[in-house]
């Protein structure tokens, strides 16, 4: 039974893995300021990063939470790995191996 590769059906797996990573990630990029705020006290704190960094380890979980909690987030995210689900079985490329550049030279 060959799959239709416009199907979005979502297997349980992809529900509660593939997806929620996409939105790790892309929540991490649209939250780069924090990242790098809390990334920052860390190696400047060490040991102590617990006690000194609260406030930037706040602002972080803060900025990821309302992403992770945006229903429109989860669907913009869910859109993409469709469109990757589908384009990986039209062609049969998993979209990393699609997305490396060619080497200039041989």
Do not use: W
């Amino acid at each position: 039974m060959a799959l239709d590769p416009a199907d979005q059906h979502l297997r349980h797996v992809e529900k509660d893995v593939l997806i929620p990573k996409i939105m790790r990630e892309k929540a991490k990029e649209r939250c780069s300021e924090q990242v790098q705020d809390f990334t920052k006290c860390c190696k400047d704190s060490g040991l102590l990063m617990v006690i000194k960094c609260r406030k930037e380890n706040s602002a972080l979980k803060e900025c990821l939470t309302a992403y992770y909690n945006d229903p429109a987030f989860y669907e913009e995210c869910k859109m993409e790995y469709l469109n990757e689900r589908e384009e990986f079985r039209r062609t049969g490329i998993p979209s990393k191996k699609r997305l490396q550049k060619l080497p200039t030279s041989m």
